[in-house]
């Protein structure tokens, strides 16, 4: 069946550091892929996505690119923030039906 | 634009017990998702709805697990009788439209304890 791996947190990074969480996906047919955080305290709230190979999702300075050759979809920052801290999922979506299918999520925790 | 409402935000309960949990959609949107996330795990799906009528429930434990939404819109997920497996955050989600993909948006949760 359809599955998403990500890399083992915690992650611990220094302020300004290079971010990057592996995640990879099996599937059948052609996903959707997403990337998901969740603040301390706060619900699961979209962060980026890309719906077809080679796309790349953008959005507060973090990027993806699906890669359908690697079955990979990699979180990368280039320069993180303590407010970065949170738990990051990945997930494949359904084309058919919308489920998404998570991984397990990683914590990120950023040090001043 | 308000967000996708849960109630309780949290609940204890004891093993054998039964439990409902509520959730309001975004409105106007079609697509509502209940998922289960155990601690230390990804969401699960257990149910999804479009409009008044079940697209995928195939990971929802019927023996105990039951869910309606009436209206196409609320919808309850109800758990009889509870086991001490079942402590985990029950997330509802919504989305726009019945073409996918399309994003999810979630609400903050039910934190379920069985004791």
């Known amino acids: 069946g359809n599955s998403v791996t990500q890399m083992e947190g915690p992650v611990t990074l220094s302020e300004e550091a290079f971010l990057t969480i592996n995640c990879t996906y099996t599937?059948?047919?052609?996903?959707?892929l997403f990337w998901y955080v969740q603040y301390p305290g706060e619900g699961l709230q979209l962060l980026l996505k890309a719906t077809k190979a080679d796309d790349k999702g953008s959005n507060k300075g973090f990027e993806a690119t699906y890669r359908k050759e690697t079955t990979s979809f990699h979180l990368e920052k280039g320069s993180v923030q303590v407010s970065d801290s949170a738990v990051y999922f990945c997930a494949s979506g359904s084309s058919n039906t919308g489920k998404l299918i998570f991984g397990q999520g990683t914590t990120l925790q950023v040090k001043p | 634009e308000a967000g996708v409402a849960q109630s309780p935000r949290y609940k204890i309960i004891e093993k054998r017990q039964s439990v409902a949990f509520w959730c309001n959609p975004i409105s106007g949107h079609a697509t509502l998702y209940w998922y289960q996330q155990i601690l230390g795990q990804g969401p699960k799906l257990l149910i999804q709805?479009?409009?008044?009528?079940?697209?995928?429930d195939s990971q929802l434990p019927k023996d105990r697990f039951s869910a309606e939404r009436l209206k196409g819109v609320d919808s309850t997920l109800k758990i009889q009788p509870a086991k001490l497996e079942d402590s985990a955050v029950y997330l509802c989600?919504?989305?726009?439209?019945?073409?996918?993909?399309?994003?999810?948006?979630f609400g903050p949760g039910t934190r379920l304890t069985v004791l």
């Open positions: 599937a059948t047919g052609y996903p959707s």
């Open positions: 989600a919504s989305s726009f439209g019945t073409a996918f993909p399309d994003t999810q948006y």
């Open positions: 709805f479009q409009n008044n009528g079940v697209v995928d």
